[in-house]
């Protein structure tokens, strides 16, 4: 049971903040008892970030003022506003008495230093430990977050790691010195739902053994139903709304949470549908929550001619160690026998944990990295038999959306500079003004003002980036779009307009998805088709409707199982996960056995298990 105690460990109170003459928070209060949950919730460019980087006393350092207000933490002598701190004095506080868990991981870890170097520098800075005792100490918290080979886990480096592991290595860093308070910027976005159920449970058990509080930043409603005490809702800077969490979903008062909590997509919403269809958006008109759109059965799949795409018998390997003669010793078989086929107009997406090879099959139909073998054909053309100009129009015909936003604009570019990158590159408009006036299009069309063409990336939120890189792959004209966990950074309002923005250029242009996702309620929601991949290899195959109402392989059953559901009053019901994550790395040489496949309806295809 958690400690309902009145005392407050963290209190903020009027707090205004602005970059330069823009104020991005106004008069924000909201304070967190001792070990209770606040989550903060609001769409991207709300100020729920900025909040967290006040409270680190971050924000400062990346040109913020803090204009009024106090931000008051509990600590051993009494109260202190940290506001009021010198950097020194706050960088004394930061990692053992307030830590946080960053949005964005990449961007986070250090790329020249181990993983075990960087967990081991906190708990030497902060309590004082040997090295020794410290890279001990980093094993075990590898292991708490559950990341398998946590001994060879401390020797390797961020790049090595997929998405999700470098979030748990954050979340081990963050836990390392037992704070307070623990701050949570969208800790789970780059999770896969089982993962992400084993973080919240991680979280509520160091909660309830050390007291710990928790201010949780998050768009996912689920998971906000699932581990929140109270909640805040944030819109452009201020605090609309503010109660217990069962209050806030069962009778949400201001217009903005009702339109926010009306775009949460729900697993089993789209029961019994053979297609998946575009549903109207709630909106804000004038202050007040509007449905705008249409209803439309996305049967636009053209499943009778050849496919757009296709991959047979695709496998991956990475060698991660060699000997001094360059001999491989041990590798990861990261895709195994890989066999999908994508139509025109048709949706298919790829479910797994992170490190089951989805970015992997994306990135290798994309040219970004080489089979080991197999085949891949693209319009009824091998890849690998295309000459150097027939593969320049392919990176046209073929755009991809990466996980990381950050990463994969250029800082020193406009974002408008990279939006018009495709354009020039291909060759598709040569007068300027109309690239600037195409360009507006673009970012109109995924939901942001023309006029930000002129800013930098830096300057835009994690989910005003991933729009951003939405506008840039359109730009080509492409007939296939990989989308790699391209919604993952998006509040779920935004998330909504994508989806239908996705639908509509499927069905006025014919374009085919290649969607990598963990969001199980989303991938319900697009897809024509799923295939569930486990450690490298496709276990279950076949339609949204077979996959998701007939489910027959046990792992996708657990997978469904660890969906947050978006209701406070319903206990989660997930089977206990209990053991070591089985390793992907195997001797040279070991190769893993091959899945054996059942065809238990047409076109629905399950490995024996």
């Known amino acids: 049971m958690k400690d309902v105690s009145t005392s407050q460990v963290l209190s903020v109170e009027g707090l205004s903040v602005s970059f330069g003459k823009s104020r991005v928070i106004d008069g924000l209060s909201f304070s967190v008892g001792k070990g209770r949950t606040v989550a903060v919730v609001g769409e991207s460019g709300s100020g729920k970030s900025v909040t967290s980087l006040s409270i680190m006393r971050l924000a ?69 430990v040997s090295r020794e005792a410290a890279l001990a100490e980093a094993a075990k918290l590898l292991r708490l977050v559950r990341l398998p080979d946590a001994d060879a886990m401390l020797k390797r480096y961020p790049h ?56 949780f930043i998050t768009h996912d409603m689920g998971v906000v139903a699932e581990i929140a005490d109270d909640v805040v809702v944030m819109w452009k800077g201020e605090k609309v709304e503010e109660g217990p969490v069962k209050r806030i979903f069962a009778q949400p008062e201001h217009p903005y949470t009702r339109s926010l909590l009306s775009a949460v997509p729900k697993l089993g919403s789209t029961k019994g549908e053979d297609f998946p269809y575009k549903t ?24 009778e001619g050849a496919p757009l795409l ?63 073998k197999g085949r891949i054909t693209f319009d009824g053309r091998d890849m690998a038999a295309m000459s150097l100009s027939e593969r320049q129009k392919l990176r046209r015909d073929i755009q991809y959306i990466f996980q990381d936003p950050f990463a994969s604009l250029n800082p020193r570019q406009t974002v408008g500079w990279s939006v018009a990158e495709p354009i020039r590159t291909h060759g598709l408009i040569d ?54 966990e391209v919604l993952s950074a998006l509040d779920v309002s935004i998330q909504a307009q994508v989806i239908n923005l996705f639908m509509d250029l499927q069905k ?51 997978l469904l199982s660890a969906v ?34 059942d065809e238990i309806a047409k076109g629905h295809f399950v490995a024996r298990h």
Not at 445 to 462: I, K, N, T
Not at 511 to 528: R, W
Not at 566 to 582: C, F, I, M, Q, V
Request: contains cysteine; hydrophobic residues 40%; charged residues 25%.
């Open 431 to 484: 007068n300027e003004r109309d690239i600037k006036r195409r360009v507006g299009e673009l970012l109109e069309r995924v939901g942001m003002p023309a006029d930000v063409a002129e800013r930098y990336p830096h300057q835009f939120s994690g989910g005003q980036r991933q729009r951003i890189c939405i506008a840039r792959a359109l730009a080509g004209k492409p007939r296939l779009i990989i989308a790699d």
């Open 60 to 128: 400062d350092l990346t040109g913020a003022s803090y204009d009024a207000g106090r931000i008051l933490l509990e600590g051993e002598a009494g109260e202190v506003n940290l506001l009021d701190l010198t950097q020194d004095e706050a960088r004394k506080i930061r990692g053992k008495d307030v830590a946080m868990i960053f949005q964005e991981p990449m961007t986070s870890l250090n790329p020249v230093y181990t993983i075990g170097e960087q967990i081991a520098e906190i708990l030497m800075l902060h309590n004082g």
């Open 564 to 597: 947050p559901n978006p209701d406070p009053t319903a206990k989660p019901e997930r089977e206990p996960l209990s053991g070591e994550l089985p390793s992907a790395t195997r001797r040279a040489g070991d190769r893993p056995a091959m899945a054996v496949y």
């Open 280 to 303: 109207p958006l709630t909106v804000l008109v004038d202050g007040q929550p509007e449905l705008v759109g249409e209803t439309r059965v996305q049967d636009t799949a053209q499943t």
């Open 310 to 372: 296709s991959v047979r018998d695709m496998s991956v390997d990475f060698d991660i160690k060699k000997t001094w003669y360059g001999r491989t010793t041990h590798y990861v078989p990261a895709v195994s026998q890989a066999t999908l086929d994508v139509y025109p107009g048709e949706t298919i997406s790829l479910v797994g944990e992170s490190g089951s090879g989805k970015s992997t099959i994306a990135r290798t139909v994309m040219q970004l990295v080489e089979p080991t």
């Open 160 to 215: 090595q790691l997929s998405g999700g592991m470098r979030q748990r290595v954050m979340i081990a860093i963050a836990v390392a010195c037992r704070p307070k308070l623990l701050i949570a910027d969208e800790p789970t976005t780059a999770l896969d739902v089982t993962i992400q159920a084993q973080i919240l449970d991680i979280l509520r058990d160091l909660q309830t053994e050390m007291g710990m509080s928790i201010i």
């Open 508 to 558: 006025e242009e014919g374009i085919a998805f290649l969607f990598v996702s963990h969001d199980m309620a989303v991938v319900e929601k697009i897809s024509h088709r799923v295939a569930v991949l486990y450690l490298g290899q496709i276990v279950e195959l076949g339609s949204r409707r077979q996959v998701f109402e007939n489910t027959a392989h046990p792992y996708t059953r657990r």
